[in-house]
């Protein structure tokens, strides 16, 4: 009896697998990782994985109104809607690591726009690679990321510079243009502010500076009156360039300014601490401070439409410097997406590693921030590097 | 003597070498920095102010964690909450306004005071909330209960500030009474550590004064050492878990306003690290002892200030000061191999413990 119950339901079983099997689509998927399939009234998913909590929010939600300008001016890509799932990477190594499981839990995104923080870079890149996803960064700038012997994993692209492209900006702003011979680099570890100040202090030797110390403070700290009283004990240099994030950032500057030595130091920090709410953390203390970052005088019709619409949707200037890079960031995916999606009826079909050969060919794509080339390790930026000046809680660009 | 010896683990034995070796380190380490003399005299000054002034704060959050501990055997995981939401809640409705409207500058001591007062007054009424809702109705259960409750709770006021006032860093004013430099003796010294220091240190003293010499003290010192008999000399023990509470959140209110006068800048996340490390303080120090929570509080700050450049400088150990979270819990490791029950603490019960 048993046996018998046992062979129906194997025939059973059978027979559903056989119906499945045939009355599924003709579409066969050839794709090396596989493909993505949206039914005809399904929404094409893509995620964002930026900074949208904690002290850094401002950053990480300026470039998501950059992909959701994006979604609303694309309106629909191949007769299907776009779908935005916001996912915060936190602006550390933890956070991104949980944006990535989650995002590569859910088989219906197709790309990525993230991360914001290149700490939270590193651990999800290694995520969405392997899962066979592809990422696209508007504000990662370390180094490390799209160097093959170091941080970069197939899949991951950007469109924000490399902070080599930065670092050496800084080096010769702060030589030639400032005139000083004798600087100092603090990071906090995280591979954003180290890769960016190593940079700085190699191109600075390079050019015939003189490095006096070159250090690092702890995520979190608060106190930094040691590791300052050890820059000044060290020189006291001329310059001092600290490209961290706007806690720690608001700690040093204002700290600075009490540490015997470094009174006239001029300080500068770099594009994780432009925002309405770093201009507030330094406050008077960051009166007169030199800050690297993404060139934004961009230009033309589209740009000022974006604008148009980032006044009229958020109420505000844009907040940060990144909006621009996310919404190219944005339009690249989708650009490979109509490239390589294959139509079936209203049902369409995209490989993932079609979808990643499409993105690295990238080339001469025209967005806001330039045009953007993609090279076989994902930069793809049109890297244009101005260095700002902190007056009266305003940004203004002073250089080139 | 055989006897003695057969009951020395091989655990002991192994810890013990441990901590010579972290001993020996610390020695080489500060040899070599001494023959080295990489800072000059201000620098060391500097250091050990800065250090002074950041144990000073750890020692008032202590305070708090030592009191609970004491009284209820638990750690109140949520105590660097009842640190931030006072004195985010003062810079947002007070600080900010009185600065913008040249009130702060024209009567600093008058907006100093009502700073200080609102902050120590939400810092305890957030303190007793948390105590009446999330742990009072726990008082009978498991202790790993009301533990997990205080990091829930800790989690909940984090998360509940930064729905309130947004996750931004706001910038506290600067008074430019506490601006620049005093000199000392000839060193010249930040006048707001200067402050700190002072007003922690008073602080202290008048805690210490308030358990052990008045009435309402006695009751709290009865309760801890014994709930059921206390109530039985009627002694209202929820009263007097209340007071303890309030008592330790309102030194964390004014740590908090101690901070922001030191550091400028406050965030709804800011009570998490000092938070886990005034908790290392108070455990360095003898966890239920309020004089080992604030000497641990000291230790602890100038470990972390003097420690980077003593100890490590002299290996040739990079970026010696990202590595001062190291320090902190060697520090609390060594104490705990070699003096389990911290600094000033006294050996626990086996009812009790």
Redesign the interface.
């Known amino acids: 009896m048993k046996k018998k119950l046992f062979v129906i339901l194997s025939l059973l079983l059978l027979a559903v697998l056989a119906l499945s099997a045939c009355g599924g689509s003709k579409f066969e998927c050839e794709d090396e990782i596989g493909c993505v399939t949206y039914g005809p009234d399904e929404p094409i998913r893509i995620a964002s994985a930026l900074v949208i909590s904690g002290p850094n929010t401002d950053l990480g939600t300026d470039s998501q109104y950059g992909v959701e300008i994006a979604i609303a001016f694309k309106e629909t890509v191949l007769g299907h809607e776009i779908e935005l799932q916001a996912e915060d990477d936190g602006c550390s190594a933890e956070g991104g690591q949980a944006a990535g499981q989650k995002i590569v839990s859910d088989p219906t995104i197709i790309g990525v726009v993230g991360t914001s923080c290149s700490g939270a870079g590193v651990p999800m890149s290694k995520v969405i690679s392997d899962a066979g996803y592809a990422m696209v960064s508007p504000s990662n700038t370390a180094p490390s990321l799209t160097s093959p012997d170091e941080a970069w994993n197939p899949g991951y692209l950007r469109t924000a510079h490399n902070d080599k492209v930065q670092g050496k900006a800084m080096a010769e702003f702060a030589l030639n243009e400032l005139g000083v011979t004798t600087a100092a680099a603090i990071h906090d570890g995280d591979p954003y502010t180290e890769g960016l100040a190593r940079v700085f202090a190699d191109e600075f030797e390079a050019m015939g500076g003189t490095i006096v110390e070159f250090t690092a403070v702890n995520k979190g700290d608060t106190d930094m009156r040691p590791v300052l009283a050890a820059v000044a004990a060290a020189g006291p240099p001329e310059f001092l360039y600290y490209p961290v994030f706007t806690a720690e950032g608001g700690f040093l500057t204002k700290q600075a300014k009490e540490v015997s030595g470094l009174e006239d130091t001029i300080l500068s920090a770099a594009d994780g601490m432009i925002s309405s709410a770093a201009a507030e953390a330094v406050g008077e203390a960051g009166e007169g401070m030199y800050f690297s970052g993404p060139d934004l005088s961009f230009s033309g019709g589209v740009y000022e439409d974006f604008i148009a619409k980032y006044i009229e949707d958020y109420g505000s200037e844009p907040i940060s410097v990144f909006h621009a890079h996310s919404f190219d960031a944005a339009n690249m995916i989708f650009a490979c997406i109509e490239e390589v999606a294959v139509q079936d009826g209203d049902t369409i079909h995209i490989g993932r590693q079609d979808m990643r050969t499409c993105l690295y060919a990238t080339s001469g794509f025209e967005g806001i921030t330039g045009t953007l080339t993609c090279d076989e390790y994902g930069d793809c930026a049109d890297p244009k590097i101005s260095v700002s000046q902190l007056t009266g809680g305003e940004y203004t660009p002073i250089w080139p | 003597m055989l006897q003695r010896l057969q009951n020395i683990s091989f655990l002991d034995i192994a810890l013990w070498a441990l901590g010579a070796i972290i001993i020996f380190v610390v020695i080489w380490g500060t040899v070599a920095t001494l023959i080295e003399n ?3 005299a ?2 060391w000054v ?2 050990v102010v ?2 002074i ?2 144990g000073s704060l750890y020692a008032l959050i202590a305070i708090g964690y030592t009191l609970v501990y004491g009284v209820l055997f638990m750690i109140n995981f949520a105590h660097g909450e009842f640190f931030m939401s006072g004195i985010i809640t003062a810079t947002i409705f007070l600080a900010q306004p009185m600065k913008a409207s040249g009130f702060l500058d024209a009567h600093p001591v008058i907006s100093i005071s009502l700073i200080a007062v609102t902050a120590i007054l939400v810092s305890v009424g957030i303190a007793l909330l948390t105590e009446r809702v999330a742990y009072r109705p726990l008082r009978k259960a498991p202790r790993l209960v009301p533990l997990i409750t205080a990091i829930g709770a800790s989690f909940f006021w984090q998360y509940f500030f ?1 729905g309130l006032y ?6 506290f004013p ?1 008074f430019e009474a506490l601006a620049g ?1 005093a000199s000392i003796l000839g060193i ?1 010294i ?1 006048k707001s550590h200067i402050i700190v220091i002072i007003a922690a240190v008073l602080m202290l003293i008048g805690l210490y004064f308030f358990i052990m010499k008045t009435k309402v003290g006695k009751s709290i010192r009865a309760v801890a050492e014994n709930k059921d008999v206390a109530a039985l000399m009627g002694i209202n023990v929820d009263r007097a878990v209340a007071i303890t509470f309030a008592m330790g959140s309102a030194m964390a209110g004014i740590a908090g306003v101690l ?1 922001a006068l030191v ?3 406050v ?1 709804f ?2 009570g ?3 938070g886990i490390k005034a908790f290392t303080a108070a455990v360095l120090g003898g966890i239920g002892s309020v004089p080992g929570a604030a000497l641990g509080g000291f230790l602890l700050g100038m470990f ?3 420690g ?2 003593l100890f490590l ?1 002299g290996l040739g150990i ?5 590595l ?2 190291v320090i902190a819990f060697t520090l609390l490791v060594l104490v705990l191999i070699f003096r389990p029950q911290g600094i000033l603490g006294e050996r626990l019960a086996v009812e009790k413990a």
Do not use: C, N, W
């Open positions: 990489p800072y000059p201000q620098t500097e250091t800065a250090g002034a950041q930064r947004g996750s931004e860093v706001k910038s600067q430099k010249p930040l901070f550091f400028r800048q965030h996340f800011m998490f690290i000092p972390e200030s003097v980077p450049g400088e990079p970026a010696p000061h990202q001062k979270d």
